[in-house]
């Protein structure tokens, strides 16, 4: 129920719902969404949350990058974050706010988003574990280099077109082992990127009241088109997406020691013995 006393339309209808439940967790999958024209989500109502939060918390550069930069060679904008989520139609920008669920009007907006999903998930991967939310601003034309993420994510579209190109978890020539395991160690989000690569991923379109499953560590790259975009993402963890991460740390650490590594297999959180042999390794410190 809102402030005046209404209660409040569905973040995903019934048909969104059902889309997320046939393609969850593996599968991508485009879904409707009810957030446009949300009042937590327009430009001023975002710069305004920005300037009140903590600087580890927000992330902006210039906009057209190429697919693969590195982090270290991504430029700055010269501009401060309020100024570029005010003039992002015309600075030729990208921003990211982190973890906006620690401002409390937007930790409710995800509650309510993800209270949606959550019996959902349970039935597959049991409770949503470390709920978080992002809010995406981008200039017309800006790319989001190809790159992974440890959660599983939906990405709702709430001004703005943008194309994601998605590329299957698990496909060991788009994300080496090796860069698995360096990812879980806190290695970088970015992904070393091909021409080649392209034909393997869906592109799909989003315009305003689209949303986009993205299953955990998913490839995926972002185009927006010619006016401002505004996504949110909203993102949990899993038993199955924590013991994926316990595996391949494993395997990073078998790996230093010219032990043989592990295979991790569709259902990781099953994997108990090689999952209490990692903790076992990290208490040690070995």
């Known amino acids: 129920m809102n402030a005046h006393g209404h209660v409040a339309a569905a973040v995903f209808p019934d048909e969104a719902r ?33 300037e009140r939060m903590p600087a580890a918390s927000v992330e902006y550069n210039l906009g057209a990058l190429p697919l693969g930069v590195r982090p270290e060679d991504t430029p700055g904008n010269g501009l401060t974050l309020g100024e570029t989520i005010r003039t992002i139609e015309a600075n030729g920008s990208w921003a990211v706010l982190k973890n906006v669920e620690s401002d409390a009007a937007y930790g409710a907006l ?14 597959r991967t049991g409770p949503m574990l470390h709920r978080e939310a992002f809010i995406f601003l981008s200039s017309p034309g800006s790319v989001t280099p190809f790159h992974m993420d440890p959660e599983h994510n939906i990405l709702l579209q709430i001004r ?87 595996l391949h740390s494993l395997n990073a650490l078998l790996r230093r020691r010219r032990l043989p590594t592990g295979q991790i297999g569709p259902t990781p959180e099953t994997q108990g013995v090689r999952r209490l042999a990692y903790r076992i390794m990290r208490k040690l410190g070995v």
């Open 18 to 50: 059902a889309a997320f439940a046939a393609a969850y967790p593996d599968q991508a999958a485009k879904l409707g969404h009810g957030l446009v024209g949300h009042e937590l989500l327009t430009l001023e109502a975002l710069a305004e949350l920005a």
């Open 110 to 123: 995800l509650d309510r988003a993800l209270g949606e999903l959550a019996p959902l998930v349970d039935r």
């Open 160 to 246: 703005g077109q943008k194309t994601m190109t998605v590329f299957p978890a698990g496909d060991e020539e788009l994300v080496p082992a090796i860069q698995s395991e360096s990812f879980h160690a806190g290695g970088h989000r970015n992904l070393d990127w091909r021409d080649a690569f392209r034909d393997r991923g869906t592109a799909v379109t989003l315009l305003p009241g689209d949303a986009i499953h993205v299953p955990v560590k998913a490839p995926h790259f972002v185009e927006n088109g010619s006016s401002v975009s505004v996504s949110l993402s909203v993102t949990w963890r899993s038993e199955r997406s924590v013991a994926e991460g316990e």
